[in-house]
């Protein structure tokens, strides 16, 4: 079978802020991906860029008097040094602002004009008259219509947690300058992807393009209805690329950063001499996009559609992860678990977080739990005290001999750890890193007992057993190489290390299937050391911003404020609490609704057919988008209660206060939708 071409992208880093452990999820994912294909053979290329364009960076740089451009360099250079520092390794990198990205999305946008999909309509948002710009809700601030509180932002209250829009403000005034927003209309360009809506029901539920419980998402969200216009203009001044035929305004940075994968890819084909067509028209290449679940609507509706109109390669398959959490929470800032990749590195060999997201990244959109003391135990246990071990308590007594002529009898556990190869390939193929680690440990465990059984240590103080202590030692290493053969797309750097202790440098997969005899061995040096607690705490306590001062002062404000204003209900009895059906619901779809301050439309499904329609008061507290395709808890047997806005059929399970103090509850990993909570 001849080399699979393959063209594997991540999603963009946005260029306004630094890069962190949890932006590092998917960069490793996709690293891990690419490695194993040129291990098998297979033409990977990996292409990446920075996120440059919108409000955030012009914000950002007229408050730092600075050119966007120059922020745009800096943050390029501290994304790709953080990159380098966990292995992380692109074929090229570059970013949305640049000559081709903009050549090809006129390219497209005239395709996309041709194909008669862009609509006009006006929009009506607050401007500000001084900076001359239209302002985002956040940008605008004034007086709560409900509370009175001064200095509150365009979309809630802190104080009350009242939800509203910049309009019903008092004394609204811009962020900006200080200024009086005043209400503009201005015309928008939307993209009616709606005329595309057969072929993308075809696509999605295509086979091998889309994860099953994507596929079934975005058919029971989306495609169930006319797919509504989108809005793919925004009016100067904007950061971006003006609209050549609809001057004075700029596309939306969803329609340039994607099209910043061709562009990333046509900069490295000049460079290298490559044939562009070859890789983004043509049926001989497979495209693989790897993404967060946040981004599931632009990747699987919008991006299909803008490159099928195009005529540019529609990706074969589009991956998607779960977020990052650090100890069951989302990652804090006062709890040092927002951690830069940059600090990370400066303290921690990043062959440590590679191996840990390996141990627990699988082929669903499941979110990935660091748990420090896991974390530290895992590291330890397996990369220490399994892998590593091996070639520790063998490698010093081949020194001297090298190893065997000829491969000595181990009881099958080579052929029997060469046979597994295939297996652990499909898990790194089918993106199941947690199971193809678990593969290969349970390879580590039985080379170690064989070394425990031989007593390498023991042999070599005993006359005579000179040829026994080498063959045991060629037996150990060849386990050792072969496990580490599996986890070269994890851990390149231990492979490499491995290559140049026993001369022979791992290139293949397929050198997992024939052991390795007659090589001298060089002296051995430390390949990996046990975490260093130490320096794993420097880490948190250096991402701590506004930290309390003890664990004792948290919970004698924070905890018992909460129990305070809020006190414990009445008991129960066991009766009255079974009577409430709580169940595992995934939100299918999360809209706004017209006229609701504080209210989200949500469709939960219950598993199979099984749906419910929620409203929910947490419109101060999340972004529809943020919902989408998230597990949460709901009470399913919940009379239903007639509103203003439609039936509600449920409800949410959150806690908190209120207002923009709501924190949805989610149950762990491994739940799934219709299991009932108990």
């Not at 910049?166 to 900006?176: E, G, R």
């Not at 998402?217 to 690329?241: H, N, T």
């Not at 103080?461 to 070269?488: P, W």
């Not at 140049?500 to 997969?509: G, K």
Request: hydrophobic share 40%; glycine share 6%; with cysteine.
């Amino acid at each position: 079978m001849s080399p699979r071409r393959i063209l594997v992208t991540s999603a963009l880093p946005y260029a306004n802020g630094h890069l962190h452990i949890g932006h590092m999820v998917e960069h490793i994912q996709t690293d891990i991906w690419a490695r194993f294909q040129r291990l098998r053979g297979n033409r990977c290329i990996a292409m990446c860029a920075d996120d440059t364009h919108g409000t955030a960076t012009m914000i950002r740089a007229r408050q730092e008097g600075r050119r966007e451009e120059d922020i745009l360099t800096e943050m390029n250079a501290a994304h790709q040094r953080d990159l380098q520092a966990f292995d992380v390794a692109y074929d090229h990198y570059s970013s949305t602002h640049t000559e081709t990205n903009r050549e090809l999305c006129h390219e497209i946008w005239a395709a996309i004009r041709k194909a008669d999909l862009v609509a006009e309509r006006e929009v009506t948002q607050l401007y500000d008259p001084v900076e001359g710009t239209f302002l985002a809700d956040r940008f605008v601030k004034g007086t709560c219509p409900r509370c009175g509180s001064p200095d509150q932002y365009g979309d809630n209250c802190d104080n009350c947690g009242a939800t509203y829009t910049p309009a019903d403000l008092i004394d609204p005034v811009s962020a900006l300058s200080g200024a009086t927003p005043e209400p503009r209309t201005a015309q928008h360009l939307f993209i009616q992807i709606s005329k595309l809506q057969e072929w993308l029901e075809t696509w999605t539920q295509e086979e091998g393009n889309l994860q099953e419980e994507v596929a079934n998402y975005l058919k029971g969200a989306f495609l169930g209805e006319p797919l509504w216009d989108w809005d793919i203009s925004r009016p100067a001044p904007y950061f971006g690329f003006e609209i050549p035929d609809a001057p004075g305004n700029y596309w939306y940075v969803w329609f340039d950063a994607p099209i910043g994968y061709i562009a990333t890819t046509k900069e490295w084909c000049a460079e290298h001499g490559e044939d562009f067509d070859s890789w983004w028209r043509s049926d001989d290449v497979e495209i693989r996009h790897f993404i967060g679940k946040d981004i599931i609507y632009f990747h699987c509706l919008f991006w299909p559609a803008m490159v099928k109109t195009a005529g540019f390669t529609v990706p074969d398959r589009v991956q998607i992860h779960g977020f990052l959490t650090v100890n069951g929470e989302k990652m804090s800032k006062s709890k040092g678990t927002f951690i830069r990749a940059s600090t990370y590195a400066e303290h921690l060999d990043a062959q440590y977080l590679r191996y840990y997201y390996a141990s627990k990244l699988t082929d669903t959109l499941a979110d990935l739990d660091l748990v420090i003391d896991d974390f530290v135990a895992k590291v330890n246990s397996d990369l220490v005290g399994k892998v590593v071990n091996l070639a520790s308590r063998t490698a010093k007594f081949a020194k001297a001999s090298g190893l065997s002529a000829t491969y000595p009898e181990d009881g099958g556990l080579f052929a029997d750890a060469a046979k597994e190869g295939e297996a652990i390939a499909a898990d790194y193929e089918s993106c199941n890193y947690r199971r193809a680690m678990q593969r290969i440990m349970a390879l580590a465990d039985r080379a170690n007992e064989y070394v425990e059984e031989q007593q390498p240590w023991a042999l070599k103080k005993q006359e005579g057993k000179e040829q026994q202590l080498q063959d045991v030692c060629t037996v150990a290493l060849n386990l050792f190489r072969q496990i580490v053969v599996y986890l070269t797309p994890v851990l390149p750097r231990l492979s490499e290390k491995v290559g140049a202790l026993l001369n022979t440098p791992i290139e293949d997969w397929a050198e997992a299937q024939t052991p390795l005899t007659g090589t001298s061995v060089a002296k051995f040096k430390h390949l990996l050391t046990r975490v260093d607690t130490d320096e794993l705490a420097k880490i948190i306590e250096e991402s701590k911003e506004e930290a309390p001062a003890s664990v004792d002062a948290l919970a004698s404000t924070d905890d018992d404020a909460a129990l305070k204003a809020e006190p414990l209900a009445e008991e129960c009895t066991f009766d009255d609490f079974t009577k409430v059906d709580l169940r595992v619901a995934r939100v299918l779809k999360a809209e706004h609704v017209e006229g609701a301050k504080k209210l989200l439309k949500l469709t939960l499904g219950l598993g199979g057919d099984e749906t419910r329609t929620v409203f929910a008061g947490i419109k101060a507290a999340y972004e529809p988008e943020a919902l989408e395709g998230r597990l949460v808890v709901c009470v399913a047997n919940l009379a239903p209660r007639k509103m203003k806005f439609g039936l509600s059929e449920g409800m949410v399970v959150a806690a908190g206060p209120g207002g923009s103090d709501i924190f949805v509850l989610s149950p762990d990993d491994g739940a799934v939708p219709g299991q009932r909570v108990h």
